[in-house]
């Protein structure tokens, strides 16, 4: 494996953030926008699949990305994944049925089954063990500053001249993360060239069996992002809130300041107490959006999950490293992603299921997923126990 040289900002690592920015910044763009794009197409009551199509390719391509990471190596991963951003968004403008968008909605979701998988197995790859939680957690926020900037910059682009454009622009960020990473220096040492053969996939591909605990708490604590998703765009419009992007800007700002230190708590008192307190404040930011009437409460309920999201994820994907093998990374962290696509599939069809587009059923919603999200601390507080040889977890 590619040796660390003990550093975290080397330009390679600073070029992974940016291309991770733009990445994330073109394809949450446009999520606000999508319920009501497809609405006007006579698809309302398609809402939930708008995140749960995306999601399920993304899960059923994690395999096919994870073990093509630990071969032919991170970079044409990552590159890959960009590129579907590049197409589907240049694509959508071009559909006119219900069908065809959420055809297009599925095969975009290869983007996130393969870049993410690429990029953290690379960042693993580059940094110390020691500081794989602050590394996760600077990535992560990279991604986060795109999250947060491009359902702003979606919404203005919708509003001031039209959606089109706001599709365009998307393609546009995508092709400069490509560009980006078409210069780094890959970090996979005995890598392969790709054939056709490598997309055959044996049963023990698919699952790294040393990583169930958090492919457990990963599954449980994203369902919330799927309710999320599918169902803040109306209820931001029902509080009156006119920019529906406006609730992921303050969950992603509140994100990046907690990332400036979630890593490194991390690293330091263990991944295990981290992941119990995020998944506390997930549920309870859950109920505060059931309890919430005004647009302020929302507000301020996207906050504490902003929160909870930069608590969570450095730590569960630094724990998923640390547990699985060097040689497997790629097939450890497709699982992870597997079971975050399971999670916020699953959580984006039955928060529409439940909302059923009737304004009284959010607060029912909201607490649902709240008791789903308190069941991943019930779990590491009851039911998990820490192997003898895991490194460092808690």
Request: charged share 10%; glycine share 10%.
């Amino acid at each position: 494996m590619y040796q660390s040289n003990g550093k975290i900002y080397s330009l390679q690592f600073i070029l992974l953030c940016l291309s991770n920015a733009l990445f994330s910044a073109s394809f949450n763009m446009m999520i606000p926008e999508l319920p009501a794009y497809l609405s006007k197409m006579g698809g309302a009551d398609y809402k939930g699949y708008i995140i749960g199509l995306f999601t399920l390719m993304a899960g059923l391509s994690r395999p096919f990305s994870g073990k093509l990471t630990d071969t032919i190596g991170r970079v044409p991963v990552m590159i890959f994944g960009s590129l579907v951003c590049v197409i589907c968004s240049l694509m959508y403008p071009l559909v006119s049925s219900v069908g065809a968008f959420l055809l297009l909605r599925f095969f975009h979701g290869f983007s996130t089954g393969f870049k993410p998988t690429g990029t953290a197995a690379y960042v693993s790859d580059l940094v110390p063990f020691t500081r794989r939680g602050e590394a996760m957690g600077m990535v992560g926020l990279a991604s986060t500053i795109g999250m947060a900037l491009g359902p702003a910059i979606g919404g203005y682009m919708a509003v001031r001249w039209n959606i089109n454009v706001m599709f365009q622009l998307s393609a546009v960020f995508a092709l400069l993360s490509v560009v980006i990473l078409v210069g780094m220096k890959e970090t996979l040492v005995n890598k392969q060239r790709f054939r056709f053969s490598l997309l055959k996939i044996s049963g023990n591909e698919i699952f790294e069996p040393l990583v169930w605990s958090p492919v457990i708490i990963c599954f449980l604590t994203y369902f919330s992002y799927g309710a999320i998703l599918t169902i803040i765009p109306d209820f931001s419009s029902f509080l009156g809130i006119a920019n529906k992007g406006v609730f992921f800007t303050f969950f992603t700002a509140s994100s990046i300041g907690i990332r400036l230190l979630a890593g490194k708590v991390s690293d330091r008192y263990g991944r295990v107490p981290v992941l119990k307190i995020s998944a506390l404040l997930m549920a309870g930011s859950m109920l505060m959006m059931g309890l919430a009437d005004t647009g302020t409460l929302l507000l301020s309920a996207a906050v504490v999950y902003g929160i909870a999201v930069g608590l969570n994820s450095p730590a569960i994907t630094a724990w998923t490293i640390d547990l699985g093998l060097p040689e497997h990374r790629g097939r450890a962290l497709a699982s992870m992603y597997i079971a975050m696509e399971a999670g916020i599939g699953l959580g984006a069809y039955f928060s529409a299921f439940v909302y059923d587009n009737k304004s009284t059923n959010f607060p029912a919603t909201f607490y649902l997923f709240a008791v789903i999200t308190l069941l991943a601390t019930f779990y590491l507080a009851f039911f998990y126990k820490k192997p003898l040889a895991a490194l460092k977890e808690s």
